[in-house]
């Protein structure tokens, strides 16, 4: 109901008159019969004037109407931002004091030699990484647990002194995930909980602890000639839990899906409140529930710390590998869309730009010598060298429709391998083009079909603005990524706000701030932007119910108030 301004100022007078003092909502019955004297009763009764009584209801409906809106209205702002700054995360913590004590309680604990320590070099390492940019910022004791019962008892300790709490493992993230708060923390090292508990081949599964290395579970199962693998595909040094924790993907996500799959059939956490949580059971599939698994999956350690995993293993089938040149990225891309709708057996494509194939020449530890055009990387996968030959000749034929040139297909296991490695150099190739130089690697995601007006855009960019780089992409999903080269403050502040251009410019495409390297303290600025004011309040309500405290890797994941309001979700 819209009301006029002269509604809406008798509204408002009549809202600050007495008619309106507070009472209560409800009365006994006996108040209520009290309520209406004989002179209430009278002007209650029918008028004998005929129409004045339904005209009067009307009205007086009208104005009860108009009244309520307003005041619903008037308020709704106001009440709304209460609501908000009420429900903030909570960023106090317990005093120097504290946290000493709690040192202290972790050093009686855990009395074994190295188990715990304040070691200078030690908190150095925890705080900082050589693998992006942003500020360093140390814990104040590192804790090396063996088992979920000693995660237990440091998160008991951290909530008794109010410490945060600061999950670590591989330290091959690339957006600050594990670092500390200012007022320091608790970091806990999982690296020792690294072992392979139970392997299931008929069930082509793995029960293991977080610490674990995808590559050396990978590794260990080839030795055991189990033709199984697990094929998600990060950073060499990355660890199961680390993978769970960012979300995370790689080559091979094309063809089997990023960490928000199923790759993960359960998970084993401790939450904030020391509570010991199993997600599900071990079978395949299940349909009971919430799959409360993929509430940690994402989440970079700030709504529980993950002591044990079940992850699926995947068929370890045959592959080959091949490269090809296009005329610009356009084509490759039309090519790679056509490729990977004929359904044929691809387990990988990379798009290399022409800096990186220029790049990997200079590098000079390629078998060959590269066109320096833009190039597709594919990997096939087949049962059967019959099944790798047939998609071979499939990708050929589509690739020659959209001017594709050069077609190299490996002859060899060996060959195979020099010609994915190549690819695999990524960042070693293209630090070599600017000798001393340092480089910034961020990635971001748009649907397939806008990636070139993505790559074509940060391309002009980058280099309007004097800064050298390569670009490389898991074309088939859209996923981007940019080597940024500087050699100083004044090229490192140039590339950071060519990296904010590049995920705006993203995120205007419909896409995403982070395809596979998560959040952490570097992304968290664009979610408002991304997913919508409303969405990220929901993540924000699941954190407090979670972990009221904010215990749990704080300033990670969830943007700061100040940002809000620049969507409303309208997607």
């Known amino acids: 109901m819209q009301l006029s301004s002269s509604s809406r100022a008798a509204a408002k007078r009549l809202a600050s008159g007495p008619v309106l003092r507070a009472r209560p909502l409800l009365r006994p019955a006996h108040d209520a019969r009290r309520s ?7 002007s209650l009764r029918p008028s004998s004037k005929g129409p004045v009584a339904p005209l009067a209801f009307v009205l007086g409906a009208a104005l009860s109407g108009g009244l309520a809106y307003y005041l619903a209205t008037s308020t709704r702002d106001e009440a709304e931002v209460r609501n908000r700054a009420g429900a903030e995360l909570n960023n106090k913590y317990g005093s120097p004091q504290d946290f000493q004590k709690a040192i202290e309680e972790l050093r009686q604990t855990f009395p074994a030699e190295g188990a715990v320590t304040t070691d200078v070099e030690d908190l150095e390492e925890h705080g900082f990484s050589e693998n992006d940019y942003h500020p360093s910022s140390h814990p104040s004791v590192v804790v090396y647990p063996s088992s979920t019962e000693d995660v237990v008892k ?23 995930h594990f670092r500390a708060p200012a007022v320091g923390g608790i970091c806990v090292d999982l690296s020792k909980m690294d072992k392979i508990l139970e392997i299931h081949e008929a069930d082509s599964d793995v029960v293991c602890q977080p610490g674990l290395r995808w590559m050396d579970l990978n590794e260990t199962l080839k030795k055991k000639g189990i033709p199984l693998f697990f094929p998600l595909d990060p950073a ?12 995370c993907s790689g080559t091979n996500a094309v063809r089997y899906g990023t960490a928000k799959a199923e790759w993960f059939l359960n998970a084993t956490v401790v939450l904030p409140s020391g ?16 799959d409360t698994t993929k509430l940690f999956i994402g989440a970079e350690g700030t709504l529980g710390i993950v002591t044990e995993l079940t992850v699926r293993l995947a068929p370890l089938l045959p592959t080959n590998v091949a490269v090809v040149q296009f005329p610009d990225v356009r084509s490759a891309t039309e090519a790679v869309i056509e490729v990977v709708n004929s359904g044929v057996g691809i387990q990988c494509v990379e798009l290399c730009d022409d800096q990186f194939m220029r790049a990997t020449n200079i590098y000079g530890m390629s078998t060959r010598k590269w066109p320096e055009k833009d190039s597709l990387f594919f990997k096939f996968q087949g049962p059967t060298p019959r099944a790798l030959k047939e998609t071979a000749d499939i990708v050929k034929t589509i690739t020659a429709k959209h001017g594709a040139t050069g077609f190299s297909l490996a002859r060899s296991d060996q060959e195979a391998h020099d010609l994915w490695m190549d690819r695999k150099n990524a960042l070693y190739s293209s630090l070599a083009i600017l000798p001393g130089a340092r480089g910034w690697s ?11 007006d993505l790559v074509y855009g940060t391309k002009k960019d980058l ?11 898991h074309v088939g999903d859209g996923n981007f990524h940019a080597l940024i080269l500087f050699r100083d403050e004044e090229e490192l502040k140039r590339t950071h706000e060519a990296v904010d251009r590049m995920v705006k410019r993203a995120i205007a495409l419909d896409g995403t701030c982070t395809g596979e390297h998560g959040v952490g303290m570097g992304k968290r600025d664009y979610l408002y932007e991304e997913l919508g004011e409303g969405t990220v309040e929901l993540m924000k309500t699941i954190k407090r119910a979670v972990d009221p ?3 749990f890797n704080p300033g990670k994941l969830y943007p700061d108030p100040e940002k809000r309001g620049v969507s409303k979700g309208d997607h």
């Open 236 to 247: 060499p040094g990355a660890t199961i839990g680390g993978m769970l924790s960012t979300g």
């Open 275 to 290: 509570e010991v949580i199993k997600t599900r059971r071990r079978a395949r599939k299940s349909s009971a529930g919430f």
């Open 442 to 452: 961020t990635d971001v995601c748009v649907p397939v079909s806008r990636l070139p």
């Open 549 to 551: 405290l904010n215990l």
């Open 154 to 176: 440091i998160v008991k300790t951290a909530v008794k002194h109010r410490m945060p709490v600061i999950p670590y493992s591989g330290a091959t993230s690339l957006e600050g």
């Open 463 to 473: 280099e309007e603005h004097g800064l050298l780089y390569t670009i490389v992409g």
């Open 36 to 42: 209406y004297s004989s002179a209430n009763a009278d």
